[in-house]
């Protein structure tokens, strides 16, 4: 469930998605299908699903407060506490400090926006297993957000109930967690085995994600630039396996890249952005001896 909104999002402002600021952020999203006009109305478009949703739930805590402040002034003219049974109080609720019913509730309707339809796009959702990872900074495979690591998601929520938990471990502690936010997809797949179309798709719906989830946009803008360097890195062109060794290159930088994002033993991360020719070139010529290899063991 969303966390409590501190700030109206009525007040939210459209951010400049053509400024310089999102250049790089922009050309990560520019692909052979997509224009650099096509992006800007893709972030723009996302970003405003994403505060209609917010004004929904802004929508619904402002009832809530009016409804609890009602039920405050009511107890007042009354002259009297609630009571739970046997004249004892029932416990307060930690977040208003207000009486909590014991008795089972319904869940609450959100707010209907009267005249406003469904967005004009979809925006894919990743698991709540990988926005939970990216979340905490640790490394998540780039296959949750491809196409088919968002269905398998979406799937997955649509068959298993909302109230259905697990045991989780955390630290010295065993708690309850919903099963959807804790468990990896068996389908999952490493970043080595993707095809480059799917690496393209998922690079923009983690770039995406990682701005929503509050990434400091340093990071944000230093792994879009390195998308870009990938895009348009000549060894493309060169040979029939280029966007392979790419694919590997860029598997094994991202993955070392967020190994160090929260390493404490050491005070600086590499520079992501800037693709390292030696590396590649190492993997190009390891990837040619297993294949050579692999000929030869026919």
Known sequence: MAGRLTEDPNRAKTPDYTS????????A????????????????????????????????????????????????????EPEGQNGRNPPLDEQNGQPRSTAPSKPKLNALATGVTISDIRVPRPSSYALKR??????????????????????????????????????DTVSLRPINAAKASRNAISDEKLTWRQMSIAKTSLL?????????????????????????????????????????????????????????????????????EERLRRIDEATHITERDQVMAR
């Open 20 to 27: 310089e600021g999102f250049a790089p952020l922009r050309a």
């Open 29 to 80: 999203l520019t692909t052979g299908d997509r224009t650099a006009e096509e992006a800007v109305q893709f972030l723009t478009d996302t970003w405003r699903d994403d505060i209609n949703r917010k004004k929904l739930q802004w929508a619904q805590q402002l009832e809530e407060e009016r409804l609890a402040e009602e039920a405050r002034r009511h107890e007042q003219e009354e002259g009297r």
């Open 134 to 171: 990216l979340e905490k900074y640790d490394y998540v495979d780039l296959w949750y957000f491809t196409e088919e690591g968002c269905e398998d998601a979406m799937r997955f929520n649509q068959s298993t109930a909302s109230d259905t938990y697990t045991l989780a471990k955390l630290e």
């Open 208 to 276: 995406y994600y990682m701005t929503e989830l509050g990434w400091d946009v340093a990071y944000v803008r230093a792994l879009a630039t390195f998308y870009v360097a990938l895009e348009s890195h000549p060894r493309r062109r060169q040979g029939t396996n280029g966007d392979r060794i790419l694919i590997l290159y860029q598997a094994e930088a991202r993955r070392e890249w967020f190994q160090q994002l929260t390493q404490e033993r050491i005070q600086t991360v590499f520079d992501i952005s800037i693709i390292n």
